[in-house]
């Protein structure tokens, strides 16, 4: 460090941690030079490198002549905090954020193109609401007659050659710069004013700066780069630990929780992890149970192992094959032991394919890194073949056979299509371990801390409360009498169990110790300033009718229809159309009269039927604390043969079977080769379907469009312990969302991550 002249880089990534944790706000170092003694001293990191295989080739390097990689994540909700920080110690004229050239894709290409060209609105609207890949014209011509089919009698009339020029543009587009934007955090520092060195220009983001160039053109010059990143799961980690603190009644930190738990590992071995970072999506839930983590380096290799670099390599099913005994773990290349041994002799990390060239192939350490940087740029720069000769050629000169070299770079190549640093790993696996632990052992702290943190991780509020009921959380609705701006904890009422739910482990989960009070925050479109003058009046003194709260806390019309849509005035006026009726009854009085009471008969209504109060929780808070909207078909559902998710988990594997439930999520990444994944949700749990790219064409409207799906296909039981996973592979879609009546247009909408 001293010889290459980075003292002050490390110092400044230092003070920049000094003041986070300052102020209070989480934050963590990753990357090659973060997992490092010295980072691990200046408390930037919190992982040991005695405890893990560091590579020193990818800390610091004579012949690359650049600072090392240090990212820093702070909580998502105050990085901004962070940020000023540094705009106010270097000033405005000395710091700014990278940019990032922003390029076309198929949708806002077909958007742009259809408007030049005065295409309807509804249908470009409608075509590029699928975002179909655009590089197989007669795939996209086919798509787009099945749109204009399914607009009906609404389809705009077009004609045929104004089409093909639509469709031809927009390919045309794809890859193009579309518009300058800001780097996540990557900062540019500098001891003189910037605009010697490079143009900047003023953010669209007030009290922001931003230089004109990209990320890599900085590199090319060597200027000082910090990444200031955000994280959502540490502002949950730090709600949920104040809030367990709270609880507990001592204080409660990031090292008072064990490194060891079995109770956690039983439930992340039983893929019991929504809400728990980096372990909680569909492909990483499938893993679990067949890798079984059971100590600290499991879970870094769980981190690492469901990317794209380690699918496409073909590392997955051999490492899973030998750390179950199914296959011995090959040591005929003694030279290599030194990389591949941890990893029972797959590459999984960048380190390793860095360190394999080097004691394979006779790369330096120069070399090697600048193999690692092919890997982590193969979009720009056309990944790792420029290497092949190099590689499989110096291999060959070292007495390796050719099969053996050919398949090693066919498992490097497949980094190309992203891998995963084994430094980066490490530090996400001491969040996973964290937030798991959490999970396990405070599931009310957590929910109520994911749900303030929000918008963040996989799933949505309404998927985070369903999970957490199901492991015996009580959770409250909004009240103004009871509700802070965030969520709150109060003393839980006396548990009983709900013999129709149970966890995706299929056992009834214990009581939590506190239940969940939701936060006003819930409440859509009401604003914290409304929330705060809620809470004040509230500590003065308690609320004695509608009246009394519009009247002290100062609300307005509109502040007064959003509570009553949230069903939050229940305590003052009984059911939601009570709430209504005294909320639109209540007007902001003049000045003079502001205190005056009245006094006017009361106007009593008949209570609302249960399905339009869940309609209104949905539209109003994005969730529901009643009945799942599918146990009031469940009438329906059943004279259809439809099964519900706890009848599906004791079927036995090869069984035909049927199910039916809201569409939480779609997936369908570019590793999956066409295969889309969708997670259905009922009443008593959630089912995981497959769909096969021949069934995803003959039926893509049910599946891209419906809301509530009723799934008929193959039950498998992937697995012969008594955790298996469990698919359901479709062989027939039908689309049933018109039951879900008025439900349709407020209710829960997917997230799809294509």
Known sequence: ?????????????????????????????????????????????????????????????????????????????????????LYAKYGRNRAALTAVAIGWRPRSALRAVGAALGLPEALVAAFAREHPPLYAREVCTQRLADTVQRLGAHAPRVAPERLERWLALSTELLGLPRHLSQHPGGFVLSDG?????????????????VIQWDKDDLDALGLLKVDVLALGMLSAIRRCLALVAQRRGTPFGLHDIPADCPATWAMIGAADTVGVFQIESRAQMSMLPRLQPRCFYDLVIEVAIVRPGPIQGGMVHPYLRRR????????????????????????????????????????????????????????????????????????????????????????????????????????????????????????????????????????????????????????????????????????????????????TT?????????????????????????????????????????????????????????????????????????????????????????????????????APPEAEDIVFDYAATGLTLRRHPLALLRAQLRAQRLQTAAELRTAPHGRLVRACGLVTVRQSPGTAKGVTFLTLEDETGTVNV??????????????????????????????????PVCHLIAGHLRDLTPLLGRLADAGPQSRDFR
Request: charged share 20%; glycine share 6%.
């Open 324 to 503: 179950q005994g199914l296959e011995p773990v090959p040591d005929e290349h003694p030279a290599l032991r030194d990389a591949l041994s941890r990893t029972l002799g797959v590459p999984l990390f960048q380190e390793q394919v860095m360190q394999i060239a080097m004691l394979a192939a006779g790369f330096t350490a120069g070399e090697a890194d600048s193999l690692r940087r092919a890997m982590a740029a193969w979009r720009r720069k056309g990944g790792v073949q420029a290497f092949y000769d190099r590689i499989v050629g110096g291999m060959l000169a070292r007495g390796y056979s050719a099969a053996f070299a050919e398949s090693l770079f066919a498992q490097i190549e497949g980094f190309g299509e992203y891998g995963f640093p084994e430094s980066h790993a490490a530090s996400f696996a001491l969040l996973v371990w964290a937030s798991a632990w959490l999970k396990c052992h405070e599931s009310a702290c957590f929910l109520a801390a994911l749900l303030d943190s929000q918008p963040m991780g996989f799933y949505s509020p309404s998927q985070l409360v369903q999970d957490a009921r199901r492991h015996g959380v009580e959770v409250r609705p909004v009240d103004v009498c009871a509700s802070d701006w965030h969520c709150t904890l109060e003393p839980a009422a006396p548990f009983t169990a709900d013999p129709s739910s149970s966890t």
């Open 193 to 209: 004013p910037l605009t010697e060195l490079v143009p900047v220009e003023n953010a669209a983001m007030p009290g922001r700066t």
């Open 1 to 85: 460090i001293e010889e290459l002249g980075y003292e002050m880089y490390f110092l400044t990534v230092h003070d920049l941690v000094r003041f986070a944790r300052g102020r209070g706000i989480l934050c963590q170092g990753r990357g090659s030079a973060a997992n490092s003694a010295v980072c691990y001293c200046l408390g930037i990191t919190e992982v040991d490198p005695a405890r893990m295989n560091t590579l020193f080739e990818r800390f610091i390097s004579r012949e690359r002549n650049e600072p090392p990689d240090i990212d820093v994540d702070f909580e998502h909700q105050r990085r901004e905090e962070v940020i000023q920080y």
């Open 690 to 723: 497959i769909v096969w790219p021949a069934l995803k064409e003959r039926q893509r409207a049910p599946l891209l469009h419906a809301q509530l799906l009723a799934v008929h296909g193959q039950w498998q039981r992937d697995g012969h312990s008594d955790k």
């Open 506 to 606: 299929g056992c009834a989960a214990p009581p939590a110790a506190s239940a969940v009070r939701l936060g006003l925050q819930q409440v859509a479109g009401l604003s914290e300033a409304a929330a705060q003058r809620i809470m004040a009046a509230r500590r003065a003194q308690p609320f004695a009718s509608v009246q009394d709260l519009a009247r002290r806390a100062a609300l307005d019309a509109r502040e007064l229809d959003q509570l009553a849509a949230a069903d939050a005035l229940a305590p003052l006026a009984g059911h939601r159309r009570q709430q209504a009726w005294d909320a639109a009854a209540l007007h902001r009085a003049p000045a003079l009269l502001r205190d005056a009471p009245v006094h006017e008969a009361a106007l009593t209504l008949r």
